[in-house]
């Protein structure tokens, strides 16, 4: 196993990352999604678009919708009433007709592509470490049923030690962004790694992940690592 | 078929809750937040009454257990240390748990305590790969450790007394059980059950009496029973698969439980729970509940008794502990 696949990688520049074809802004703006990160979303785009004539301004619901995300949310610091209101909300969505909110694998990749390698001053999409094409989602787009992401990241070096933090820094990011009926599953590319088995079996153990979440030094670098995705 | 019913759901944190236990109608639940639930169950009460104090351990609580028929808790941690908890005897009949010792010897994550059905033996388990027997007195004041055993490859996961011989089992992330066995005094590895191809999560005995037998939960997704054949000329336990039950779960198993009804349940990160019932020495599934706690994670499946009938309660991801029942169909 000497073969070197990303030893020495064509570095992107962020603006050849793969985006999606259709013009992005106007999906985003226009689109039928509706969850609280794409209006966040949209409100961010609205500020470059809001000439009188935009679309955007003639769609009143959702310009409604833009104006509450923008009022701060009640903070509270009771936590029985926090529980509460987690209940409820579960309650609401399992009422509310069923809202569809389908994930693909360009939404996975704005996730974790801007997370930065923990040795270069790069992103793990600049240095091809995560690719589109290597992201396989299965989503039905319905909150109550369970959904899964496989991603095969290509380390840039067979013995690369830092392949497990890569690893759990994607883990990371997309456990603390993707809805909860997500299974996540992080493989490294066969034939990238001396250590695949072992490195996939470590990155896929929920017990081991939960107690490096819970060993700051380790979540320092993470954190770090993440920085550069907001 | 029969249908498995929810009876209570309990929302108790907002983080995972990892583990679970009874005894005399208490509840005890551990979550990754360090806090330690207790919850009355008797009456169909299910009252919060009491929280242990969360600056007992540094990080998150893995396993929980209770001293057989008594109320004095043991609870491992990410903190690599095990507490020790008692009841404070009260006049005024409010339960209430105060820290009874600290137990300190493991280099990284212990992830399971269990008691031996006596109470004078604790085991614990880690991330340092290996399993401590430690032997206490009457208060469970004082905890001396008689045994470390070292031949697990990579992490324990779990360790479970057998409910009346001097047995002990052990599941790792080496994808193995090992069975331990105290040869006078001395607690040596009597077999190694060798066929899951992922960590083993938990395992659990057999409880009918004159039988040895164990069901397993791997990261393969399967659940096995194994069962005890008899001993060779170098006193090891011959130990053979005898059974894969049937093909329920799509992803990873974190808990087995074979209860005294002679049924087993699983449970794991596909949200089914599953009971499985054997017939003529074929195991059949009897039931099965899809998204037993939505669309989150069940960390464990315990079985119980609760006025008279035997329920069952999971614990998962969603800080969620639910209570179910089995109802026969006719």
């Known amino acids: 196993m000497s073969e070197f696949l990303n030893e020495n990688p064509d570095i992107l520049e962020e603006n050849q990352l793969p985006t999606r074809k259709e013009d992005r802004a106007k999906d985003l703006l226009l689109g039928g999604f509706s969850n609280e990160t794409t209006l966040e979303r949209r409100r961010l785009l609205l500020k ?16 409604d919708k833009l104006l509450s995300i923008r009022t701060p949310p009640e903070l509270t610091s009771d936590e029985d009433s926090l529980q509460e209101s987690e209940e409820e909300s579960i309650a609401s969505q399992n009422n509310e007709e069923e809202e569809l909110d389908l994930i693909d694998a360009q939404e996975i990749y704005d996730l974790i592509a801007h997370i930065s390698d923990p040795e270069h001053p790069l992103s793990l999409g600049q240095l091809s470490i995560v690719n589109i094409e290597d992201i396989e989602v299965h989503d039905s787009g319905k909150q109550n049923e369970m959904a899964e992401v496989l991603i095969r990241i290509t380390p840039t070096i067979t013995h690369c030690s830092l392949a497990t933090l890569i690893g759990l820094g994607i883990r990371v990011r997309l456990e603390r962004s993707l809805p909860p009926r997500f299974r996540i599953t992080i493989l490294l590319k066969k034939g990238t790694h001396d250590s695949e088995n072992q490195v996939n079996k470590q990155l896929n153990d929920k017990e081991r992940v939960a107690a490096a979440c819970e060993n700051d030094q380790l979540l320092g670098v993470v954190s770090k690592m993440l920085v550069t995705c907001k | 078929m029969s249908s498995i019913n929810l009876i209570k759901s309990l929302k108790l944190y907002k983080d995972k809750i990892w583990s679970l236990d009874f005894s005399q109608g208490i509840l005890a639940t551990g979550s990754t937040d360090r806090k330690i639930k207790l919850v009355n169950v008797k009456n169909d009460d299910f009252a919060l009454i009491d929280v242990l104090d ?78 401590w027997i430690w032997e206490t007195d009457e208060n469970g004041e004082e905890y001396e450790c008689i045994s470390v055993l070292q031949e697990h490859s990579q992490d324990v996961k ?24 105290d040869y006078d005094d001395d607690w040596e590895c009597a077999a190694v059950l060798n066929g899951h191809e992922g960590t083993v999560w938990s395992s659990d005995f057999d409880k009918t009496e004159g039988v040895l037998r164990l069901c397993s939960g791997s990261d393969d997704s399967t659940v096995r029973v194994w069962k005890y054949m008899g001993d060779d000329e170098d006193d ?34 596909d949200g089914v729970l599953a009971i499985y019932e054997e017939v003529d020495g074929k195991w059949r599934v009897l039931a099965k509940h899809e998204l037993a706690h939505g669309v989150y994670e069940i960390n464990v499946v315990k079985w119980l008794e609760l006025n008279g009938k035997t329920i069952l309660a999971t614990g998962g991801d969603d800080g969620i502990v639910n209570f179910w029942s089995l109802e026969k169909l006719a």
């Not at chain 2, 137990?103 to 994550?109: A, D, L, V, Y």
């Open chain 1, 48 to 63: 470059i678009d809001h000439s009188p004539r935009s679309q955007v301004l003639q769609d009143i619901e959702l310009l």
């Open chain 2, 236 to 269: 090891q336990q011959e130990w053979v698969c005898e059974a894969i039950l049937p093909d329920v779960h799509k992803r990873q198993v974190y808990s087995v439980a074979w209860g005294s009804n002679g049924l087993i349940a699983s449970a794991g990160a």
């Open chain 2, 158 to 181: 779990h360790v479970i007394w057998h409910p009346s011989q001097a047995l002990l089992a052990s599941s790792s992330y080496d994808d193995t059980v090992r069975i331990w066995k």
């Open chain 2, 54 to 131: 969360e600056t007992a351990h540094k990080k998150a609580i893995r396993s929980v257990a209770w001293r057989p028929h008594t109320s004095l808790l043991a609870a491992g941690s990410f903190d690599s240390t095990v507490s020790i908890w008692a009841r404070e005897e009260s006049a005024d009949r409010t339960f209430e748990m105060d820290l009874l010792a600290i137990i300190e010897g493991h280099e990284n994550e212990v992830k399971g305590v269990a008691w031996s059905n006596d109470g004078y033996y604790l085991a614990t388990c880690s991330r340092d790969k290996s399993v």
